[in-house]
């Protein structure tokens, strides 16, 4: 079964600290590995999409590397705000399906 | 539309009632998603539309379940004599094409089934 393990599942931080969201997936055919944040009661919003070609893209303080060989993406969240606070997943992205994680809670304390 | 919308956004249904969930995704956009999300976990696969041909259904949890997509545009989920355990977020995702584009997703239908 294809699997996208999330760690840690939640984090809580104070504002301006800098994080690290963890994510590990088994089988490296992937096609891509999307970042989504999730807010309560709303639908996802595509952060940053990495194709298997690339090992990182970035968006303002957002950086999310890929490496295949291992299964492991992280995304990195620079000078974290409170507006940041939302459930993050990671979604691989094989043949035709996306397989999501758990997400990670993130909690930024102002 | 901009994005992919979803509607309703809310539907509570009596256990044994029959609903109808609709997803616009985005014009254009080939490739069709559902998934559902349960309380706390992530969206779970259900079916997979390419144009108008449903192309995987493996993730539809019973008979009672049913997509269609009859024009490669729009697409409704039918969820026949609704159960408690049917209770969930149903989202939409469509994109361009291709299997390494972006998806976009809708806001979701939260469903209750009391």
């Known amino acids: 079964k294809q699997e996208v393990t999330q760690i840690p599942a939640a984090l809580s931080v104070p504002e301006g600290e800098n994080l690290v969201l963890n994510c590990s997936f088994t089988?490296?055919?992937?096609?891509?590995l999307q970042w989504f944040r999730q807010d309560p009661g709303k639908g996802l919003t595509s952060l940053l999409l990495?194709?298997?070609?690339?090992r990182e893209q970035t968006s303002g303080r957002l950086n999310a590397s890929l490496d295949k060989s291992s299964g492991r993406s992280t995304l990195y969240i620079a000078a974290s705000q409170p507006g940041d606070s939302a459930t993050y997943l990671c979604?691989?992205?094989?043949?035709?399906?996306?397989?999501f994680g758990k997400g990670t809670l993130l909690t930024v304390n102002p | 539309g901009a994005g992919v919308s979803q509607s309703p956004r809310y539907k509570v249904a009596k256990r044994g009632q029959d609903v109808a969930l609709r997803c616009d995704p985005i014009?254009?956009?080939?490739?069709l998603f559902w998934y559902q999300q349960a309380l706390g976990q992530g969206p779970e696969f259900l079916t997979y539309?390419?144009?108008?041909?449903?192309?995987?259904k493996s993730g539809l949890p019973s008979d009672r379940f049913f997509a269609e997509r009859p024009e490669g545009s729009v697409s409704t989920l039918k969820i026949q004599r609704t159960q408690q355990e049917d209770s969930a977020v149903y989202l939409c995702?469509?994109?361009?094409?291709?299997?390494?584009?972006?998806?976009?997703f809708g806001q979701g239908t939260r469903l209750t089934v009391v």
């Open positions: 979604v691989r992205g094989s043949n035709y399906k996306l397989t």
């Open positions: 089988d490296s055919a992937i096609y891509n």
């Open positions: 014009s254009g956009h080939v490739s």
């Open positions: 539309f390419q144009n108008e041909a449903q192309l995987d």
């Open positions: 990495i194709q298997s070609s690339q």
């Open positions: 995702a469509s994109r361009v094409t291709g299997l390494d584009t972006e998806a976009f």
